[in-house]
């Protein structure tokens, strides 16, 4: 195992945090086109979707979603619940390929699933030990045949995992490097075609990490005081994708204000646009606010030719309640901004 350790590097950027300046900036609004079946009860359960597309039948593709308390849930695309994978206190889900994967504090473990894509079932097949108590975020990613994991942590830790994809059911990975950044950590996304991992530090901001070169220190990308929208807490993050390894955006929930900041995926990483999800009066589906987790897929499904995004939604319609996930048309996102 190679080990980055970037403590002191980066704790000045940090510490030189203040209150930040508001953003005042426009935020456009889109609704929610549809909603997955409520996690029924009262607390914080539903955190973070991640989406299956199926690619011999977009119709069928599937959402699946993290209940902090019991599990793995699986949604239809039409919000219907599925399946319950009581496996444990999961926090984060993500996924490449019919291989998933969650972050468990219940057992200090990646949590792993198949997704059969003839019968549309999840099943979880094993554990494989962090090595580390209470795993926090995770994020999938694909490198050739190269399976990688990245685990992040509360105190600022990152551990990238990685497998041969042929070898993926012996729930045996390797932990690759470690990176060390400032303070609490927990979205993360891999941008496979680019080798790059952003990840979001919840009091400051976000960053990129080089998966090529070991060496490189942590770029990065935007941070709460530099008012682009971000605020505490910085949260779920995924990729648009476009049609090469250049084009394409990065969205980042701000959790507090209840909005999401766009960016471009290339370096500089140049913000594009900050938007909100309010209440769909035509359909009675509610707006969102304090989300966490989500995720987004770029390949068209029936009726969203851009793709979708899903979002937690932390009030449906009050605060830690019957908590879901919403699904907002990419195509919304994408003109209410002007993007390209």
């Known amino acids: 195992m190679k080990s980055t350790y ?4 980066l704790l000045p950027l940090a510490a030189c945090a203040t209150t930040p300046p508001p953003y005042t900036g426009e935020i456009a609004a889109v609704v929610p086109m549809n909603e997955t079946a409520p996690m029924n009860g009262e607390g914080d359960l539903a955190d ?7 690619t011999a ?26 399946q319950e994978l009581p496996v444990g206190q999961v926090n984060n889900v993500d996924l490449r390929g019919n291989i998933a994967i969650a972050s468990n504090d219940s057992h200090n473990v990646i949590s ?14 094993g554990n494989s030990p962090t090595g580390k108590e209470e795993p926090y975020g995770i994020c999938a990613g694909l490198t050739g045949e ?10 600022g830790t990152v551990q990238l995992w990685s497998a041969t994809w042929e070898t993926v059911n012996k729930l045996t990975p390797s932990l690759d490097r470690v990176v060390k950044l400032p303070s609490k950590l927990e979205g993360c996304v891999f941008d496979d075609a680019n080798e790059r991992l952003f990840v979001g530090e919840e009091a400051f901001g976000v960053w990129a990490v080089d998966l090529k070169d070991e060496t490189a220190d942590p770029r990065v990308v935007d941070t709460i005081a530099a008012a682009n929208g971000l605020v505490e807490d910085v949260e779920g993050m995924s990729l648009w994708l476009g ?3 250049q084009s394409g955006y990065l969205v980042v929930s701000a959790q507090e204000a209840d909005r999401y900041v766009v960016y471009d995926r290339a370096p500089p990483y140049a ?9 769909n009066d035509a359909t009675g589906i509610g707006g969102v606010t304090h989300t966490d987790g989500l995720d987004i897929t770029s390949a068209p499904l029936p009726g969203l030719p ?28 994408s003109e209410a901004l002007d993007l390209d």
């Open 112 to 125: 792993w699933f198949d997704i059969n894509p003839q019968t549309l079932t999840v099943s979880h097949i």
């Open 6 to 9: 970037l403590i002191a590097a």
């Open 48 to 54: 973070d979707p991640a989406i299956w597309v199926n």
């Open 146 to 155: 190269t399976y990688r994991a990245a685990v992040t942590y509360k105190d």
């Open 57 to 82: 039948d977009p119709a069928s593709s599937l959402i699946l979603g993290t209940n902090k308390d019991e599990g793995v849930y699986v949604y239809a695309l039409d919000g219907g619940e599925l």
């Open 243 to 245: 049609d090469d390894a």
């Open 271 to 279: 913000p594009r646009g900050v938007f909100s999800i309010v209440d």
């Open 306 to 333: 851009g793709g979708l995004l899903v979002v937690q939604d932390d009030a449906n319609p009050v605060s830690e309640f019957n908590q879901n996930f919403k699904m907002v048309d990419w195509t919304a996102i």
